[in-house]
Nanobody, 121 residues
Framework: VQLVESGGGLVQAGGSLRLSCVDSRRTFSRSAMGWFRQAPGKEREFVAFIGWSGDATDYSDSVKGRFTISRDNSKNTMYLQMNSLEPEDTAVYYC???????????????WGQGTQVTVSS
C-alpha cells in the first residue's frame, strides 16, 4: 500500500475536517498530488491539485474558497483542510499521486483506498 488516507468522518454542515494522505513512495517530494471524491451514484470528480513544491494549487469550483490543499514533503504527507462543509460534500475522498492533465481533466497514476466524509444537514 503506497497511499493511505485518514481523517474522514461525520460532521454537521458548516463544520470542518482535515484529511491526510501519507505516501510511502520515495518520489513523493517530486510528485504532483491531488484529491478526488466520489459520491454515491456519481462519477469520481476532481477536488484539488498541488504541485510538487506546494507552490501551484488548483481547485474545483465547488470547493474553491472552502477547501485548502497543502503538503509537507518532509513527512511525505498531503492534507486537505475542508471548512464550511455542506451535505453536497458527502463522498469518499481519494488521495492521488503523479497527477496529470489530459483533455482538460485531472487524473492520477496512484490511488489510495479512500476515506468517507459524511456531512449532515
Amino acid at each position: 500500500v503506497q497511499l493511505v488516507e485518514s481523517g474522514g468522518g461525520l460532521v454537521q454542515a458548516g463544520g470542518s475536517l482535515r484529511l491526510s494522505c501519507v505516501d510511502s513512495r520515495r518520489t513523493f517530494s517530486r510528485s504532483a498530488m491531488g484529491w478526488f471524491r466520489q459520491a454515491p451514484g456519481k462519477e469520481r470528480e476532481f477536488v484539488a491539485f498541488i504541485g510538487w513544491s506546494g507552490d501551484a494549487t488548483d481547485y474545483s469550483d465547488s470547493v474553491k474558497g472552502r477547501f485548502t490543499i497543502s503538503r509537507d514533503n518532509s513527512k511525505n504527507t498531503m492534507y486537505l483542510q475542508m471548512n464550511s462543509l455542506e451535505p453536497e460534500d458527502t463522498a469518499v475522498y481519494y488521495c492521488a499521486a503523479a497527477i496529470f492533465q489530459r483533455g482538460g481533466s485531472y487524473g492520477g497514476n496512484y490511488w489510495g483506498q479512500g476515506t468517507q466524509v459524511t456531512v449532515s444537514s
